[in-house]
């Protein structure tokens, strides 16, 4: 997750049960190279812009630490507190459907959807020296 300033969107990603075929999908139709992340048993893929190099999204299995995850693609927002965030979440007519939980040097990861049913992805990065 490049993006660590509150507000920001850090990240996007899709979700799909095979996500080989949506790999490949869009290395054709938008030109991404895939860059493989070992997963244990699989896969998943950072897709890289074909002139930078540059990874600008991710391809990742709905299985494993993502079965929760709707098949959508997936905006990553940074937050400064995100046991506040969720808080405020609730209070607002919000839930939380996955999380929170650690995810080592990124920090830590919730699933919210908004009171109008939308899905996105909160993250706290890790505090300095962490």
């Known amino acids: 997750m490049p993006k660590t300033t509150p507000g920001t969107i850090a990240w996007h990603d899709l979700t799909v049960p095979d996500a080989a075929r949506v790999r490949d999908f869009y290395r054709a139709v938008v030109g991404w190279k ?3 992340h070992a997963m244990g048993k699989y896969s998943d893929w950072s897709m890289l812009d074909p002139v930078s190099g540059k990874a600008v ?6 299985r494993g630490p993502n079965r929760k995850i709707p098949s959508q693609w997936l905006i990553y927002i940074t937050v400064k507190n ?3 965030s969720l808080a405020a979440c609730r209070r607002k007519g919000g839930k939380v459907i996955d999380g929170p939980k650690n995810l080592g040097a990124y920090g830590d990861l919730a699933i919210i959807r908004d009171p109008g049913g939308a899905v996105a992805a909160l ?8």
């Open 34 to 36: 895939p860059q493989a």
């Open 57 to 62: 999204a991710g391809v990742c299995w709905k």
């Open 82 to 84: 995100l046991k506040r």
């Open 123 to 130: 993250i706290q990065p890790p505090a300095p020296g962490r």
